[in-house]
């Protein structure tokens, strides 16, 4: 395994966005005494070598009390004196020393301390195991023939050891299913509480009235398997969610506002109000929708509309929050507050868009709607007919708790989350991530995918495909020129061309237009055409951006850009179109660049200049035709159309917005994830039929022994352990498909990419 | 029989002792990173020794 290259373009001159020490004071939270406690998310991390540098580099700093990396949740937590001799210490200097060792570092939410729900989940496993343990060695003692005394002595401890144990670990339980209940609806917890409560109480009246079977064994044993697998699945949803979350936040906490004596103050988003003057420096996003008041840029509002190519902004230009301030300085005054700018509108309109989500039950519920009514009917029956055709309605009730416990809602109750688990570790292992369970049984009915263009199918980022230069020396200048800007057609160059690039003392960057350095008498312009050369272009090369380089005036080099298809775009397509599949282009970039697109990876249908609401009605439209979308999206405006749609993916460079109405986000750059999510999916849903049909199958053969009075505890107990295992097997089944199946492009090494551009 | 007086009680609370063990471990935070544990095993250094 390869292990810890240093990430060149994190330690690039040009850093995508430093954080300022206010913005990390502002994400500090303090401990008392003194001390501040700092989170950061350090993506990069992987191995016993990362924790040793991050960790020692750290410790070097002299106001550093405490560093620790958290391996699991790619965390940094460090501790950090407020002041150190007598002067305020600047946190700014934490991101840099880690950023010197070579990982990129970000702020991310501050994480609750513990994952509560984790450890009471876990609490409870110990307990229910606890108890389950001792219950069945006194048990075993039972079956083995204790005598009369004896045996009831056995069943009153386990009793003892059972009441605090149902009460402690059941809760879970008995609190869904009472909510479910309550709502006139029924789930799988249902038949569960009413089975473990019902078989405790009459193992109970048994143990009175010395009765020869006692159940506690089962209700115990019971529990302890479903709390297993509750666990589980709370646990891989958790590491999810923590993976996501450690992902920079693309929207900006804070802004630098102009007071009225000219000096700035940092102030938090929420307090920003309208017309409030804000300095938003190149290398900045706008934090809320604003009119430019001075100074001239070049805007990408790649992750707000869609549009792959930046937009000049002079004074007057609206801008809207999300954008990137990409050239050159701006003031901008504010027209709306932060919770009514953009970000809002699409908000109101993703709780508009009636989501899949909302209206999906998930197949266990619809399992359990059908199987309660009938396993209960039928312990009712059997309790009736034993009572009325017997007489004896002790034994009635004996044979009616027999039922409820050996249909054993135990192999139902695990059939579908265990599938899911083992379905989504080995996504994870892929760097996709799945946020809840229902996420993949909507994923496997999908039969039409809807791709935005710029940030999923394409990166997003332009790319050189080709230049034009006779002189190798004026690349060089070229690339000199084009380390001095945040344009991205300028980082595009500067990553592109094998040269090293030539130093320049002081390069003018005139937004909208371009570069200019001179080098002794020559004077060099690098950008549009007209800029360069002064007058206006004489052919137009359709889709392809073009950047030109003149020497006083002259063009000497000429350089080609397109943003760059997402590596395993095109296979995947092809991919998607074998599993019978239909595929569209939702975009809101232009016409042109989207046919583009759509031509080269063979897509369906194209749609291009969409707003965010069309996209959300074209998403309708499909499913109006009856088909189950998978929309595929990372901007702002993809947002209520990746909410509305059946099932939604984001790539892990989405907005932030993006990546909270997606279901589920991938971490690798290839595009392969779509196509190998569904894939899983598909295969995980069939997994949960056979656990099923195996569930099914097994209570055909038991419930006749049961409803004929032979099920003893031993026999109940023995049945419930055995149906329980057969389904978990089963549900293991997935890792060799999955071997035998291996993705492409295996050989990437999965590296969680988080930008924070 | 009259076994059976210490021996129930003596089997609970060894019982009764590994539980205890496992809700100390999960509350002095043993569970929260599996991954960095399993990699600092194999760490040469003691860098455990923070400045206080």
Same mark, same amino acid.
């Given at each position: 395994?390869?292990?810890?290259m240093?990430? +060149? ?22 401990? @008392? ?15 016993g ?19 620790? %990396? ?13 002041t #150190? ?12 020393? $880690? ?16 994952? !509560? ?27 083995? *023939? +204790? ?15 059972a009441?605090? +144990? ?8 008995? !609190? ?108 900045? !996003?706008?934090?809320?929708?604003? %009119? ?17 190519? =930046? ?13 990137m ?21 699409? $908000? ?10 909302? /209206? ?28 009325? $055709? ?30 899911? &688990? ?38 997003g980022? =332009?790319?050189?495909?080709?230049l ?13 020129? +084009? ?6 057609? #300028? ?16 390069v003018?960057?005139?937004?909208? @237009? ?42 000497v ?9 997402? =590596? @395993? ?5 092809? !991919? ?22 759509? /031509?080269?990876? @063979?897509?369906? &249908? ?25 929309? %595929?999206?990372d *901007? ?40 190998h999510?569904?894939? &899983?999916?598909?295969? #995980? ?18 419930? =006749? ?7 003893t ?16 097997s ?7 498909? %999955? ?5 492409? *492009? ?12 | ?26 509350? #002095? ?7 960095g544990a399993?990699?600092?095993v194999?760490?040469?250094d ?7």
């Amino acid at each position: 395994m390869t292990c810890c290259m240093i990430n +060149a373009e994190a330690v690039l001159a040009m850093k995508p966005r430093a954080f300022s020490s206010e913005e990390i004071a502002l994400a500090s939270h303090s401990l @008392g005494e003194g001390l501040r406690q700092l989170d950061l998310s350090v993506p990069d991390v992987h191995c016993g070598g990362c924790i040793g540098t991050i960790e020692k580099a750290l410790s070097a700093l002299t106001f550093v009390s405490k560093a620790r %990396v958290n391996l699991t949740s790619r965390r940094v937590t460090c501790v950090y004196q407020e002041t #150190s001799h007598s002067a305020p210490t600047d946190p700014a200097l934490i991101l840099e020393t $880690i950023e010197q060792a070579g990982y990129r570092a970000h702020l991310c939410a501050p994480v609750a301390e513990r994952d !509560r729900t984790r450890n009471q989940l876990l609490l409870a496993v110990g307990v229910a195991g606890f108890a389950a343990a001792n219950i069945m060695l006194l048990s075993v003692s039972v079956w083995s *023939g +204790a005598d009369a005394a004896t045996r009831d002595m056995f069943h009153w401890i386990s009793a003892m050891i059972a009441a605090p +144990a149902l009460v402690y670990a059941g809760r879970f339980f008995f !609190r869904s299913a009472w909510n479910a209940l309550k709502n006139r609806r029924t789930n799988m917890d249902v038949p569960i509480s009413l089975a473990v409560t019902l078989s405790y109480a009459v193992s109970l009246w048994e143990t009175m009235h010395h009765g020869e079977h006692a159940w506690f064994d089962a209700t115990v044993s019971l529990l302890f398997f479903l709390l297993i697998g509750r666990t589980l699945d709370h646990v891989m949803r958790e590491k999810a969610r923590a993976a996501i979350n450690g992902l920079a936040r693309i929207a900006p906490r804070g802004a630098l506002v102009l007071q009225n004596d000219g000096s700035r103050r940092y102030v938090a988003v929420e307090d920003i109000v309208v017309d409030d003057e804000i300095a938003v420096a190149a290398g900045e !996003r706008i934090p809320v929708d604003a %009119v430019v008041v001075s100074g001239e840029s070049d805007l990408d509002l790649s992750i707000v509309t869609g549009e792959s190519s =930046p937009v000049a902004a002079r004074q007057g230009t609206y801008a809207s929050s999300g954008a990137m301030n990409l050239t050159g300085s701006l003031v901008v005054r504010a027209t709306k507050m932060a919770k009514d700018s953009l970000l809002s509108e699409i $908000i109101s309109l993703m709780e508009a868009a009636e989501g899949g989500r909302a /209206r999906y039950r998930r197949i266990a519920d619809r399992a359990a709607s059908l199987y309660s009514p009938v396993v209960h009917l039928l312990a009712l029956a059997s309790f009736l007919g034993w009572g009325f $055709i017997g007489g004896d309605w002790k034994q009635a009730m004996l044979v009616a708790v027999a039922v409820l416990i050996i249909t054993c809602p135990c192999a139902l109750g695990l059939a579908v989350p265990v599938v899911q &688990v083992v379905a989504a570790g080995e996504l994870f292992r892929r760097g996709i991530m799945v946020k809840d369970g229902s996420a993949l049984e909507r994923l496997a009915e999908v039969d039409a995918v809807a791709f935005d263009k710029t940030g999923t199918l394409t990166m997003g980022t =332009p790319r050189l495909v080709s230049l034009d230069a006779s002189d190798e020396a004026d690349i060089a200048v070229a690339a000199g020129l +084009a380390a001095h800007s945040r344009h991205p057609l #300028s980082q595009a160059l500067f990553r592109g061309v094998i040269a090293s690039p030539s130093a320049f003392d002081h390069v003018t960057e005139v937004p909208g @237009g371009g570069l200019e350095a001179s080098d002794g008498a020559t004077c060099y312009r690098m950008g549009s055409f007209s800029f360069a050369c002064g007058s206006a272009p004489s052919h137009d090369h359709g889709t392809l951006s073009e950047v030109v380089l003149a020497r006083d005036g002259r063009v000497v080099a000429r350089f080609f850009f397109e943003d760059s298809v997402r =590596p @395993g775009a095109a296979d995947s397509i092809l !991919r998607l179109h074998d599993m019978g599949i239909k595929t569209l282009m939702v975009s809101g970039d232009r016409e042109g660049v989207v046919a583009t697109t759509a /031509r080269r990876l @063979g897509i369906d &249908v194209a749609l291009a200049a969409l707003t965010p609401k069309q996209k959300v009605d074209a998403c309708d439209r499909l499913r109006d035709e009856g088909r189950k979308v998978l929309m %595929v999206g990372d *901007g702002i405006n993809d947002a209520p159309a990746l909410a509305s749609a059946h099932v939604s993916i984001a790539p892990a460079t989405a907005s932030d917005i993006g990546r909270q109405a997606a279901d589920l986000v991938f971490f690798n750059e290839r595009l392969d994830a779509v196509p190998h999510a569904i894939e &899983v999916a598909r295969r #995980s849903a069939s997994l949960i039929r056979q656990n099923f049909a195996l569930a099914i199958g097994y209570n055909l053969l038991a419930v =006749p022994i049961a409803v004929a009075g032979f099920a003893t505890p031993l026999i109940a107990a023995v049945a419930m352990s055995t149906s329980s295992l057969i389904v978990v097997s089963n549900a293991l089944r997935l890792n060799t498909f %999955v071997k035998l199946h291996p993705a492409k *492009g295996e050989a990437d090494r999965l590296m969680p990419e988080a930008t924070s551009a | 029989m009259n076994m059976l007086i210490y021996l129930i009680p003596i089997a609970l609370l060894m019982g009764g002792i590994g539980l205890v063990a496992f809700l100390w471990s999960l509350k #002095s935070g043993q569970y929260e990173d599996l991954e960095g544990a399993a990699w600092r095993v194999l760490a040469d250094d003691e860098q455990e020794e923070t400045r206080r």
